[in-house]
C-alpha cells in the first residue's frame, strides 16, 4: 500500500511540475506578445533559423521534407522548444542549488 502511494506520489510531483512549466512558458508568451513582441520576433527567427540549419544537415530529399514538416508545426516547435530549454534550465540550477547546500 504505500509503495503504491509513494508512485502515485512521484507522479503527481512530475506532472506538477510539467504543469507550471508549461503555464509560465506560456505566460511569457502572453506577456511578450502583448508588451515586448519584438522578443517573440527573435525567437521565431532563432528557431526557423534552426530548423533550416538542422535540416540542411540532412541529404537531399529528407532535409527539404523534415524542414517542411516541422515549419509547418512553427508555433507549437517554439513554445515546445522554449518549455524544454526552461526546463532544462531550471533543473541544472536546482541541481546546483542541491549540491550547494549538500557542503
Known amino acids: 500500500m504505500r509503495q503504491g502511494l509513494e508512485a502515485t506520489w512521484a507522479w503527481l510531483r512530475v ?6 512549466t508549461a503555464l509560465v512558458v506560456l505566460g511569457t508568451y502572453g506577456y511578450l506578445w502583448l508588451n515586448k513582441p519584438e522578443y517573440l520576433s527573435w525567437w521565431k527567427r532563432s528557431v526557423d533559423s534552426l530548423i533550416e540549419t ?4 540532412l541529404p537531399y530529399p529528407w532535409g527539404d521534407r523534415v524542414e517542411s514538416t516541422i515549419g509547418n508545426f512553427g508555433l507549437w516547435v517554439q513554445v515546445t522548444l522554449a518549455i524544454l ?9 536546482l541541481l546546483c542549488i542541491r549540491m550547494i547546500s549538500r557542503r
Open 15 to 20: 506532472q506538477f511540475f510539467r504543469f507550471w
Open 54 to 57: 538542422s535540416s540542411g544537415q
Open 85 to 93: 530549454i526552461f526546463r532544462a534550465v531550471l533543473g541544472i540550477l
